[in-house]
């Protein structure tokens, strides 16, 4: 049984940072690919950055030079540093898995596997 548990969100300054964390059972994340998304009130969920199989990253351009994704293969593990945090970055934060492709995309409708969300919410 695949099971995504998320953990890290928080309340933080505009500024400010966070950092996420995937930690993942019955699925290897070095497998194939994994990503983070996002989700608004009011708003659809959104690709915010993936890593393909081989490790290689992918970012949406709302989130490039503040934003990193990375994975501990040993801990089976994904994360997404996040800095330089703006108030609409405020989302529920998800991450996913898709054993379909080696490698990712931004589309959630490509991936089999959610975790249950962690807030991140952004002030002013």
């Known amino acids: 049984q695949v099971q995504l548990v998320e953990s890290g969100g928080g309340s933080v300054q505009g500024g400010g940072s966070l950092r996420l964390a995937c930690t993942v059972s019955?699925?290897?994340?070095?497998?194939?690919?994994m990503g983070w998304f996002r989700q608004a009130p009011g708003k659809e969920r959104e690709g915010v950055a993936t890593?393909?199989?081989?490790?290689?990253?992918n970012y949406a351009e709302f989130v490039k030079g503040r934003f990193t994704i990375s994975q501990d293969n040993r801990k089976n593990t994904l994360y997404l540093q996040m800095d330089s945090l703006k108030p609409e970055d405020t989302a529920i934060y998800y991450c996913?898995?898709?054993?379909?492709?080696?490698?990712?995309?931004?589309?959630?409708?490509?991936?089999?596997?959610w975790g249950q969300g962690t807030q991140v919410t952004v002030s002013s």
């Open positions: 996913a898995a898709d054993p379909g492709h080696y490698v990712a995309t931004m589309d959630p409708d490509d991936y089999n596997y």
């Open positions: 890593v393909d199989s081989d490790g290689s990253p």
């Open positions: 019955g699925y290897t994340v070095a497998s194939y690919s």
